[in-house]
């Protein structure tokens, strides 16, 4: 399995909104559990959201729940970060990552150790 990232939107404001998509290769996606990190300037990684492999289980760390969306198109191969409402602690390189069959809840509480694939990262910058 093998993961990237892509980034729409560009450039956001504080208040704005962006949409990350990890486009995953291989035939066996939709065994996988997706998680989305992220790592802002001199800190660690961190958990941001993850949904199961069927899409039926979600989780988000509090600092984003409520403002960001993870779904997936099993169809697609595809895992998205929807981000409304951006605040610029929100600037991080972002990486999607994945792990086969397992709670969400694991993805959580493991972070950053465990994910079986990473994507490369993409930058999202908030401004002020």
């Known amino acids: 399995l093998r993961c990237s990232c892509r980034r729409w939107g560009g450039l956001v404001q504080t208040g704005g909104s962006l949409r990350l998509s990890c486009a995953a290769s291989?035939?066996?996606?939709?065994?996988?559990?997706m998680g989305w990190f992220r790592q802002a300037p001199g800190k660690e990684r961190e958990f941001v959201a993850a949904?199961?492999?069927?899409?039926?289980?979600?989780y988000y760390a509090d600092s984003v729940k409520g403002r960001f969306t993870i779904s997936r198109d099993n169809a697609k191969n595809t895992v998205y970060l929807q981000m409304n409402s951006l605040k610029p602690e929100d600037t991080a390189v972002y990486y999607c990552?994945?792990?086969?069959?397992?709670?969400?809840?694991?993805?959580?509480?493991?972070?950053?150790?465990?994910?079986?694939?990473w994507g490369k990262g993409t930058q999202v910058t908030v401004s002020s």
């Open positions: 291989g035939r066996t996606f939709s065994s996988y559990s």
């Open positions: 949904i199961s492999w069927s899409g039926g289980s979600t």
């Open positions: 990552a994945a792990r086969f069959l397992v709670d969400v809840v694991i993805i959580a509480t493991a972070g950053n150790y465990g994910m079986d694939y």
